[in-house]
């Protein structure tokens, strides 16, 4: 019985961590991320509204914008108990690290199996991490119901404005680019390790109705200040 304190000790702790976070909107999220980047793998953006575009959109490099507020949703949670204990940072930064891998595969997963309208591998993934940064800022001025809002502006302006008539695509735009440089990939994967470190040190405000209905041992898990 002794030996399975520890156990029953960790299976708590993890029932209480998915219960005080959105763990069933953001797989929700992710699953549909996943469904929809198998379905429209081949389509292509031409207009928006009324507008013709300088140059057509993969679909694909879209998608990720949607994968990257389920790991936004993911990542609201009660805050900590000051002063910031170093296991609450790194189960905090292994939490964000796991919710965009899952974001990565939802992406990546449906366009494998079949043509991506010339999108490669290495722009989707650029994509889901620089919408990931865009998403979780939200969470650091402590507004995660804005999470969508960043992500979604940027993606609006950039498929309108980031295409040039001659087809190449501004720095600022590189989202709508559907070659994908490993330079691109390597400074977007670097801001995304920077903002999930940073997410990962802060301390955000208390949501105790995620609490409500929880185990005591559950909810005793994650005191609220």
Known sequence: MVGLRPVRGS???????????????????????????ALCRSS??????????????????????????????????????????VRARIARGAWALALIALAFVACVAGPASGGTAGASTTAILRNV???????LAPLFVRMPTFAWLPPTVYALAAIQFGSQVDGTVAVWAMVVDPSGTST????????????????????????????????????SSFPVD
């Open 184 to 219: 691109q990939l390597a400074v977007a994967l670097t801001a995304l390790s920077i903002t999930v470190a940073g997410y990962a040190m802060s301390q955000r405000e208390a949501l105790p109705s995620r609490t409500r209905g929880l185990p005591s041992h559950a909810a």
């Open 44 to 85: 292509i953006v031409e207009r928006v509204g009324g507008q013709q575009l300088a140059s057509p959109v993969a679909l694909v490099l879209l998608i990720p914008a949607v994968a990257a507020v389920g790991v936004a949703v993911g990542c609201v949670s009660p805050s900590f108990p000051r002063p910031n204990p």
């Open 129 to 135: 991490a620089v919408y990931a940064v865009l998403a």
């Open 11 to 37: 299976v708590s702790t993890l029932r209480a961590w998915l219960g005080v976070h959105h763990t069933r909107l953001a797989m929700s999220v992710l699953l549909a991320t996943l469904v929809a980047s």
